[in-house]
């Protein structure tokens, strides 16, 4: 079985949205897969104290500068987005809706809703946003937005927030390497230094 790297993310953080450009590829390097895990940082911030990085002086105008600074380093596409944070809910419970059919098309939804949003500033906290950015990958939206009502949906999204949580996750992005933390989007290099060399 290919060894893994997890991915804990939500669809809200910027830095969540830079780590996912990076983390396939360094998971390739390496001859592993990605695990995409969406979650809710809201739950996690109940737990920690925290609130939304946007809403806390000083560190929200920040987060703005260096957000858009760290897009054009690695020359990826960035649009502040009207709505921040967006509610994540639908586009998590989407994700978990297809992956139980198709892991690797959830994995493309994932990119695609992380693009419409950090990508193109678009708002997809509805359903309706997020099918619609379905729509374009040839998934049924009418299904999705059927799916994302189902109960084991909702629980499923319910359970990897908890696991994470109970990892010890309190932020996103946040990876583990056969077990190793790693937290934030700027720790994908390191990652990559862990794997080359065995760890230290």
Same mark, same amino acid.
């Given at each position: 079985m290919t060894a893994s790297i997890e991915f =804990? !993310?939500?669809? /809200?953080? %910027? =830095?969540g949205y830079l780590g996912s450009m990076r983390i396939d590829g360094v998971a390739a390097k390496h001859g592993r897969i990605a695990r995409w895990r969406p979650i809710l940082l809201g739950v +996690? !911030?109940?737990?920690?104290?925290?609130? %939304?990085?946007?809403?806390? #002086?000083l560190r929200g105008e920040y987060l703005r500068h260096d957000t858009a600074r760290c897009a054009r380093e690695l020359g990826v596409p960035y649009t502040f987005p009207s709505v921040m944070p967006m509610n994540s809910v639908a586009a998590s419970r989407a994700f978990y809706?297809? @992956? /139980?059919?198709? *892991? @690797? +098309? /959830?994995?493309? +939804? /994932?990119a695609a809703i992380y693009h419409a949003h950090w990508g193109e500033g678009r708002d997809m906290g509805s359903p309706e946003a997020v099918a619609s950015v379905a729509e374009t990958l040839a998934i049924d939206p009418g299904a999705l937005l059927n799916g994302l009502q189902q109960p084991e949906v909702k629980d499923r999204l319910r359970r990897e927030t908890d696991t994470a949580l109970a990892r010890?996750?309190?932020? *996103? #992005?946040? !990876?583990f390497v056969d077990g190793e933390p790693f937290w934030g989007a700027d720790r994908v290099d390191q990652i990559d230094r862990w794997l080359t060399t065995g760890g230290w």
């Open positions: =804990y !993310f939500d669809f /809200a953080s %910027p =830095y +996690l !911030f109940k737990h920690t104290g925290m609130t %939304p990085n946007m809403h806390q #002086p809706w297809q @992956e /139980a059919t198709d *892991a @690797e +098309l /959830a994995r493309r +939804l /994932a010890g996750v309190f932020g *996103a #992005p946040f !990876f």
